[in-house]
Structure formats: structure tokens, C-alpha cells
């Protein structure tokens, strides 16, 4: 390989791992000072965008935009809080709220559906204000499961071929067919739901249906149900960032549509939180290094590690979620 | 030349000449030639002769194209040596070469207590990472991507990712204890070679109990063999448990549906579901 | 294009206070921060494992007798990556532990701080060199 080309690897590749590390300085459990500045989400990436230039991408060699590379995820406090929201406890620093539209940044619940949603919020039993004191459910992620739409929400590499779109993750990947095949019968729910792609202009469209909605958007509960569908919007905004929306239809739980913005950036570009964080620990302070395996993805196995988390969750009497059930 | 080819180039060459066989001995090599090459099959890319190995499409960078969803049929996931069938299990061949694994006496004691008790010893009733080159035969489709850098290996069996990285890294020094090894590739012709190492010992090779150390080291060979066809080859090598190293071999079928995909099986989920509300669950017990 | 190799390189330190992966569990589910906690010990064992390490440590009680403590750490793959290895970390090693009890009230910390009795990062310290080519 010439030596420019091993640069131009090495140089794109070089803080892969770091965007895929558990979070934290040096990983595990990120800790944050009280003191951290309100983290910028939708609302500030749609008056960066508004802003930009029009885009004309790159294409592949099937005449459709080149998405392809490694992309950050949607950073800041690792989905611990999808609406705004101040500063609550050391896993949850203030942050913009990741809806954009309605325009208040709450997802539009209908009163049965916000009803469930406080239940939930006050059974997390996590010490936060207006807890009812009593152990509901705890976050699917806590026991090393994945699933849609937190996975969209994640680093990832996307790589583009002949009537797919294929996103590798550091614990699991997603293939979006782009060939125009119809989706798997409904009867047919997943964690991942299924998900099928097509361009409209420069823009990934995927819709997913088949959600079996037993996964939560973040750790307070918030959730979806198997008949939410799901529309994503992928288009590259420059040449180092993708514009990501994601638009939830679901009239059983939700009043109206409603979406998400936010952007992912090349690793090295664009603004990256800094600061904020106490220690945990594995050092906070620790000196850069030189990481020959910086470009690799390295085995997580989070489910066969994972062993006291759920036998202590379990023995706190929390219950197991499997999804609301929204009333006829 | 067949004699059909003989009596095919004496025709043609009779209607050329107008009917008058063809003496010219410029024209008899002509005919003769073209005959030859009109009647004997030319291996062309995507095709197989019988004594020619299969040439396969290459990707941009060049490389042999494995890419696309692959499965096994056998019956490896339940015994990789030959076996009868039982309820629930179907009877097999040995995929080892030599027909047994090559277990040391202490180790073939061991092999046979986790045959005993495998309902409940198997990582795979616990919904485990099930390590190279269990996961390949796995009754579940698996996809291969190809890229510049590395090869991945997506598994529809617990979303599974296995990134081989071919970009000059050699293995990290160990000790390291991965579920899944670490893997990295090279090409030897048009075979993916992959070398894999840093195990931990964790992993059964099949549900009949056949196991290893953390010594454990599998040489994965994936040889396209046709247009839809792959065959798989792992050479298992462990000092701590087997007298030698031993070899196993598959073809991989290339799935041929239209709507073939990925879907998913989230062991996990599925499990910690089902022992939550279970008082007599021993899935938490510390250990 | 090595010398820009190399100042990325270098910025990897502060990109690792970057943004973070999605967290993998419920910290205030589990352990309370009201209930901070120090712990002197000895090592038994470790588990170089995602999504949290894990140090068992043995803890003289004031009675004399001994509790087998174990330590909620951060993600191994970073210690991995430093060149850090199992065999870094013998029984019998001295540690210190500031760190979170576990609701529950079990002998579970989930560790803050770990360090040795001099006073240096346990993980980062370690009995090898604890550089990058250090094992």
C-alpha cells in the first residue's frame, strides 16, 4: 500500500476505538460534574445546519451519495435523558433535548401514553425526584441487549454495496436492503425491527417497521411500542457530517409524529465535549499513548461479562419490561 | 478429440470446401483449431472444470468476492464426530478429518462428563458467545463483507460481528481471554486464511461437550468452490487438551432465496425473559 | 502525512474524554451515592471483563474476620488497548478502593478510585512498567 494511502487509513481510522470505548475518560461508568455545561443537541444542530451551505456528496459507483466511513454517535450523555433537561445526578448532566419537533422538545405522548411514561419514570428507583419508591424496570441496555433505535444512535461504520447499506457497530451491525424488496410481515417483531432503505435525492430514506417495542429510547423509559413505525433520514450535510433525523409514527402511544436531529461527525471533526467529568476508576487523567490498534474494534461481549447487574437488579425486585399495551 | 469432434470438424470442413475434403495442410490446422476451440468447455470466470479450480469474481480491490449470506447443512452444531440420533438430534457423519477428535486420555474423561451433562454445561444453553468455528456452523445464515482493511463476518446468531483484520497489525500480545478469539486474515490464492487466537476457555466446539484450553489456536481456510459454494476448513490446535492438531471441513451454501436477509436472534433477551420470574432460576447465581 | 499521523495520535487523549457510548447500565439503580465508602485489602482475583472489570479483595474486618469485597470497575477493553494484561495484577496485591456501596447492602462497590498503598492508579500503575510496551 503506498504510503499515502496508509496515512489516509491510518489517519480516518486512527480514534475509531475512541468513539466505540465504553464511556468514561478511559471506560466504564461516565461520571459528571454538576458544573458540566448544557450539552447542545437538536436545537443547536438545526441553527448549525441552517446555516451550511448546500452539499453536493461524493457518489459510489452506482451514482448514489457515499456515506460510507466511520461516523460518530450522538454523544453527549451516552442516552441517558432524551428530553432536556439540568443537571440530575453524576449519569445525567444537562442537555438540549434530542426532539426537534413539537417544538417544546417532549415527545407527544397521549394521555394514556404519558401516563405509562411517569409510571415508568417513577419506578426507575434511582434516587431522582418524584420517585414513587417503589422498583419498576430498569433499561433493557442494562442487560447488555440491543436493539433499534439506540443502535442508530451509536457510533458506527457504514459501508455501501451493491443493494445494501450495511452499518458495523462495536456490538452488532445492521443491513439495509436497498433493492426495493418489500418488509418482512409484521406478524414478524424484532429488537432491530426490519428495516428497508431507498434514496430520495441525497437522502437515505429507511423505514423500520416490525419493531417488537421492548427496547427504551434512553434510560428513563421512555419508549416505543410494536406498532411504532420508524423513518430515518441519513444525508451528508459536508463533508464530514451526516445530517441523522428520525421521524416516530405510532397513533396508539403518540399524539402525532414527532422526530429527532442530530449530527454525526468523522472522527477528529467537528465540536466534541470536553471536560465535565470526574474520575472514574480506570484514570481520567491518563496520558495519550500511541495505539497501533486505534482503527480496530476490540471483543466487547458486554451479556457474558455482565453477571452481577442483573442478579442485583433482580434481587431489588425490579421487574422484567416486555413493552406496554396500549388500550384498544 | 472425441470422434463426435472428429466427424463434427470433417463436416465442417466439407461444407467450407464445398464438398471436397479438405487436404491443405494450413487449412486441416485451421479447422482443427477452431474445432478445439469450439468443442472443448474453457474455464471462464464463475466456472468450474473438473480439474480446474473454481476462479472467482474479485471485488474492486481485487481480492477473491466471498461476499453474501452463507449457511451450513450438516449436523456439526449437535457433533462434530459421527453420531446416531436421539430425540431432538439428527444422526450425522464426522466432519473431522480422521473421523475422531484426537483427545488426550485425561481430556476424553473430561469430554465425556460434559457429554453427561451438557443440558446444563453447554455456554450455549446460557445463550454464550460460541467461538470459532462453532459460530460458522451454528443453523443460522452469516453474511461476508469485504473491505480494504478488514473482513466481517456478520451472524445472524445473537447479532454476532467479527471483525479480521487484515492492515498489517499483527495479533496483540496476549494473554487476552475473548469469547470470540482475535481474529486476522491474509490471502493464500483465492483463500481467505484466518488465524485466531486468544481464547478463553469458555467455549464448547459443538452441544456434545467437545471443548478446549485458553491454549486454543483455529486456522479458518474459506476456499470458494463455485459460484454458491465455499468451503470451510479449521484446523484446531490446543497442547493442553488434544494429542494433535485436527481438521474439519464443510461446504457453506450461499442462500438462494430472493428475500434472503439477516433477521436476528437475541438469545439473551429471550432467556433473561424467561428465568426473571423464575424462583428457582440458578441463571444469577453468583459465581 | 507522518507527522499528521502522529499529532492525531497524540490527540487521541483528549479525544477520549470525548462523547461517550451509550451507557450500558443503571449506576444509581444499583449503588447509591449516598453511601461513599473506603476499602484496604488484598487483591484475590480480577476479571478483565466488559462492560465493567471486576476486583475481588479480601477486607480485614474490625473483628478480625475477613469479607470478600468485590469492586465494580471500568470497561477492560482500555486496559487491553494500554498493553495491560491479567497477569499485571497478582493476588495478593494492596489495594485501596474508594468507591459507591450497592443498595442491595451485598459486600458490591462500585469503585471510583483504585488505588495501590503508594498512592498510584492501580490499573494504570499495574506491576509491569505500565507503558505501552510494558506486559
Known sequence: MSQQIFAAVTTLTVVFCVLLLAPGPAGGQAFWREDTPKIPMAASWLAEKAELPPYNPPRTADGVPDLQGVWGGSGGDGLSYLEEHEYVDVTTPAQESFVSDPADGKIPYTPWGLAKRNEILAGLGRGWPGESGERLYSSPSAFCLHYMPRFSLSALEIVQRPGSVIMLGEEGYRVIPTDGRPPISEEAKFWFGNSRGHWEGDTLVVEVTSLNGRGWFDSTGHYYTENTRMTERWRLADENTIDYEVTFVDPTVYARPWTMNFPRRRPGTGPNMRGGRITSAVAANAPAFEDPYAGEIWEDACYEGNREGPASLRALGYKWFRGVTPPQ | MTDREAISYDLLAVSITGGSPVRHWFLRLMFGLAAICALTPMPSVGQTTATTPYTPLRTVDGHPDLQGIWQVVNTAAWDLEAHPASLGVPAGHSVVEGGAIPYQPSALAKKKDNFEQRATLDPETKCYLPGVPRITYMPYPFRIIQQADKVSIAYEYLRAIRYIYMNGNPHPPGPIDWWMGDSRGRWEGNTLVVDVIHFNDQTWFDRAGNFHSDALHVIERYTPTGPDHLLYEATIEDSNVFSRPWKISMPLYRRQEANSELLEYQCPAYLLEQEWDNPASTLFDEH | ?135
Open chain 3, 1 to 135: 502525512m507522518k507527522e499528521q499521523t502522529l499529532g492525531l495520535l497524540s490527540a487521541v487523549g483528549l479525544l477520549l474524554v470525548a462523547a461517550p457510548v451509550a451507557a450500558h447500565h443503571s449506576f444509581a439503580a444499583e449503588f447509591d451515592i449516598e453511601q461513599p465508602i473506603e476499602l484496604r485489602g488484598t487483591l484475590t482475583r480480577m476479571e478483565l471483563v466488559n462492560p465493567h472489570g471486576w476486583l475481588y479483595i479480601d477486607v480485614e474486618n474490625p473483628d478480625g474476620t475477613v469479607t470478600n469485597w468485590a469492586v465494580e470497575a471500568g470497561g477492560t477493553t482500555v486496559l487491553l488497548r494500554r498493553g495491560l494484561r491479567k497477569t499485571d495484577f497478582p493476588a495478593g496485591t494492596e489495594v485501596i478502593v474508594n468507591g459507591y456501596r450497592a443498595r442491595s447492602g451485598e459486600p458490591v462497590v462500585n469503585g471510583q478510585s483504585v488505588t495501590t498503598p503508594e498512592g498510584r492508579n492501580f490499573f494504570l500503575g499495574g506491576t509491569g512498567t505500565g507503558g505501552p510496551d510494558g506486559r
